[in-house]
């Protein structure tokens, strides 16, 4: 069993930049693939970047490449995304996830999942 906790949500400016940081309870996070997920109003939950137990492979999806960059702290349980660049349509709750399966592969949909958090807002301002 794992819990996860996100944090680092807030308002800003399109153009801006944020830090989301999502803490893990739980011996085995170092062994769990980990994702991000984001859902706007009236949307379905989507994909937005993934990384693997060791941190070896990373996925992202094509709206935030080269924008976010997500990245793990093993000994802090932590999960990171960090995002530049930020545009209003990136407007969203984020919420992390963790895989017990290790690896990424095919790590894109929510199904693949098996812990959540609560998630944290985002809102980009034009």
């Known amino acids: 069993q794992v819990q996860l906790v996100e944090s680092g949500g807030g308002l800003v400016q399109a153009g801006g930049s944020l830090r989301l940081s999502c803490a893990a309870s739980g011996r085995t996070f170092s062994s769990y693939a980990m994702g991000w997920f984001r859902q706007a109003p009236g949307k379905e939950r989507e994909f937005v970047a993934a990384?693997?137990?060791?941190?070896?492979?990373?996925y992202y999806a094509d709206s935030v490449k080269g924008r976010f960059t997500i990245s793990r702290d093993n000994a802090k349980k932590t999960v990171y995304l960090q995002m530049n660049s930020l545009k209003p349509e990136d407007t969203a709750v984020y919420y992390c996830a963790a895989r017990v399966s290790g690896t990424i592969v095919g790590a894109t949909t929510t199904r693949e999942y098996d812990y959540w958090g609560q998630g944290t807002q985002v809102t980009v301002s034009s």
């Open positions: 990384i693997s137990w060791s941190g070896s492979r990373i």
